[in-house]
């Protein structure tokens, strides 16, 4: 998590999945990134799973998502 002027960003690296594949989800003060490709047979072929809290003082109805062309997720929370 890193602290830019009055928000926090949480970045990763999730260019090997489509965006369809991608789900955030924000419970408690934690932000959690699941993404998962699979198969044409309905077999996983790939995970990525990344959970981290954030700090105290953001406003957890402020959180938004941006996906890069190059496939970067970038989390974005305000901070209070």
Known sequence: VRAQGDTYQVVADVSQFEPPDIVVTTSNCHVTIQAEK???????CDTFTHK???????????????LTEAGTLVITVRRR
């Open 38 to 44: 699979v198969a044409e047979d309905g077999t996983v």
């Open 52 to 66: 981290c809290q954030l700090p105290e003082d953001t406003d957890p109805l402020s959180v938004s998502c941006a």
